[in-house]
Nanobody
Framework: QVQFVESGGGLVQPGGSLRLSCVAP????????MGWYRQAPGKQRELVAS???????NYADSVKGRFTTSRDNAKNTVYLQMNSLKPEDTAVYYC?????????WGQGTQVTVPS
């Protein structure tokens, strides 16, 4: 069983920055690819960033050049650094494996960027 816990969200003005964190206890964490997902009200959940166990990253076109994901396997933690935030980034952000495990979704953390 894995229990992902997201934190770091908040309200930030356009152009601002936030860093999200995701913690999953357990030694098996270090071998999984991880992803950051977001869901805006009334919209489908989408993948915005991913990172392999070896540290290779990929990003959705909408966030490329603005978001950076990284991982610290010693702390069982994945990060999402979000810069140059836009109103379209407003959503609840979740972490999970890539592909996601249905039973591992946490509460998520709210990111709000007013227009």
């Amino acid at each position: 069983q894995v229990q992902f816990v997201e934190s770091g969200g908040g309200l930030v003005q356009p152009g601002g920055s936030l860093r999200l964190s995701c913690v999953a206890p357990g030694s098996i964490f270090s071998i999984w690819a991880m992803g950051w997902y977001r869901q805006a009200p009334g919209k489908q959940r989408e993948l915005v960033a991913s990172i392999t166990s070896g540290g290779s990253t990929n990003y959705a076109d909408s966030v490329k050049g603005r978001f950076t994901t990284s991982r610290d396997n010693a702390k069982n933690t994945v990060y999402l650094q979000m810069n140059s935030l836009k109103p379209e980034d407003t959503a609840v952000y979740y972490c999970n494996t890539r592909p996601p495990l249905a039973n591992s979704w946490g509460q998520g953390t709210q990111v709000t960027v007013p227009s």
